[in-house]
């Protein structure tokens, strides 16, 4: 559904994309309202909706539970326990 929505391929809705991705699911919205959704799901205030703030927003947070699993899996990845997952760490 993003990749639709991005017509430029940056992995980012800009507020023209995302207003015509609307249209295209046959909801129409203001330019106001536009600014007003963009700005809100917009988390790193660049002026677009990446990937990831777009799953955030359909999708939500992830509850305790999931998360422990995402740091347990990423603690099992992380070998040389640096804090980051590299190519090192996964060959």
């Known amino acids: 559904m993003f990749k639709a929505m991005d ?3 940056n992995n980012s809705l800009d507020p023209i994309e995302f207003k015509y991705a609307m249209r295209d ?3 129409r919205i203001s ?17 677009k ?3 990831d703030e777009f799953l ?10 999931w998360l422990n699993l995402v740091h347990l899996a990423y603690a099992k990845l992380d070998k040389n326990k640096d804090g ?8």
């Open 49 to 51: 909706i990446s990937f």
């Open 7 to 9: 017509k430029n391929r």
């Open 31 to 47: 330019d106001l309202e536009v600014t007003a959704i963009v700005k809100y799901f917009d988390k790193n205030r660049d002026g």
């Open 84 to 91: 980051t997952v590299n190519i090192g760490d996964l060959l």
């Open 56 to 65: 955030r927003a359909v999708r939500g947070d992830l509850n305790d539970r």
């Open 25 to 27: 699911y046959g909801v």
